[in-house]
């Protein structure tokens, strides 16, 4: 396990940066906090959650650990501009929700004494900002490691420790490739048909009439436009399958409707009823 | 209020109608349940829930107000073979998911000393049968009731009552027209979305990767096939309009994935996000 005298730096104070800072914390461990923002720096100052804080990236110095929780292409330029404050031997990660195209950027400029192993931590919340953390969200989320085969077993341990430490649910590993077909269906996918129901009409009339089954369908369509057109844009070739893939399912269903195929539509909800099962939760 | 010597009977002993006849037991109301099924009726008599029950469809004489909690093309057919049993003056509702349809060709049979008021409980389950019977669904549902010129005032009274006597959250009237453009959009698209979603490919194997993102996108795919065909096909053009009109929107975004639009697809997630803060629960 990361020994309790580890230098642990978070940088990016947001929702997640503050959830994993808030994590260490309650766990026993002493971490440090960088976020240009002074007043999230000062928010995680207040809250005990770290050590110290700073919009000074100087703060890495010495660092065992640094977690980037930034946006792709903050943490691609905050890499080349302060990975000379590392010293050599710091182990890298992050929590970007895409993977291929994260990691073979910043491989691409990283110092060869500094190891980066990709993670994912598969939580977030619908508000953004330090004010908003909280470690209850990994309590039943998956951790993600991506480890490429430039990775050694010790970082690999490490990222395991993270993941324990922060308490998720499940740890797992996937390669890249694994890791970003996944994503592009269950989460970039799903995003996408959510804010595609919300943006189809201005149905905000309907509000009186809305049960739960639009509500559930619809809950993520609030969401973060600074990042998530990021993460569509590392993941293109994934997602834009996707979409296709559903687009023709939804339009064979339609076809179906028009066609009057009775059968054939009982066959596909009976399909849909089972697989459904398959993803209750145990 | 309705009197509590009326006789109610409920036809169709499944979810819905064994909600029904739980709700009125629980409010002291006398019922009356018919089913095709001895077990459904056995079971609402070992409940308690029915004072009487029957396979036979001759216990609906001498009701006061009969409920249809029918598939749509059963009810149509059941009313043709059995309103000779009705007295005069019987009030006759239903809990039919689409209503311009139902109300024509119920209407085109029905006796005219029989009034038919059309009623909507925007309330369900994922699992069919009377032992799944749950009343406590109508506490946060809307109940829609669906007059036309056709109505009196008296039955909308009824209408409304059942509403109260079960305890639905919010009571409300809508046209015919009104009620099924609502209903394709808020209800049918999304099955069929969620539907399609886990129809696509078998994602059964990501099971492990799901989050609440995923299980909440698809919980309505667990979806009676008997029932929903037969709504969709009653809702056909409004239906067809919904799913064209999603597919354009989901094909944008898309496009604006593959030519690398991030200020349109901001807009696009802005929007999305301000419309759907008007559907949090107040």
């Given at each position: 396990m990361i020994s309790r005298s580890a230098k642990i730096t978070v940088v990016g104070l947001g929702v997640l940066g503050g959830s994993y800072i808030k994590g260490f914390y309650q766990a026993g461990y002493t971490v440090y906090g960088v976020d240009v923002d002074p007043q999230a720096v000062a928010y995680a100052e207040k809250m005990h959650w770290i050590k110290e804080g700073s919009t000074?990236?100087?703060?890495?110095?010495?660092?065992?650990i640094v977690i980037s929780a930034l946006y792709p292409h903050v943490f691609e330029s905050w890499i080349k501009e302060n990975q000379h404050y590392f010293k050599p031997g710091t182990l890298l990660t992050d929590v970007t929700g895409i993977k291929r195209e994260i990691i073979s950027r910043i491989n691409a400029d990283l110092r060869n004494d500094v190891e980066f192993i990709a993670c994912h931590p598969m939580a977030g919340r619908e508000y953004r900002g330090i004010?908003?953390?909280?470690?209850?969200?990994?309590?039943k989320a998956n951790f993600i490691i991506v480890p490429t085969d430039q990775n050694t077993e010790a970082a690999k341990t490490t990222a395991r420790d993270i993941a324990e430490i922060l308490k998720f649910n499940r740890i797992s590993e996937l390669t890249p490739d694994q890791h970003d077909s996944m994503i592009g269906f269950l989460s970039q996918l799903t995003h996408i048909i959510a804010v595609s129901l919300m943006n189809?009409?201005?149905?905000?009339?309907?509000v009186d009439y809305t049960g739960d089954s639009f509500r559930d369908l619809t809950r993520?369509?609030?969401?973060n436009e600074d990042l998530w057109p990021e993460l569509f844009e590392l993941n293109k070739d994934n997602l834009v399958r996707e979409i296709d893939a559903f687009i023709n399912e939804m339009q064979n269903f339609c076809d179906l409707i028009q066609n009057d195929d009775v059968e054939e539509m009982k066959r596909l909800l009976r399909q849909s009823t089972e697989r459904r099962a398959c993803f209750d939760r145990k």
């Open positions: 000074d990236a100087s703060l890495v110095q010495d660092s065992d004010q908003y953390a909280d470690c209850n969200l990994f309590t189809v009409s201005d149905n905000t009339h309907l993520i369509a609030r969401i």
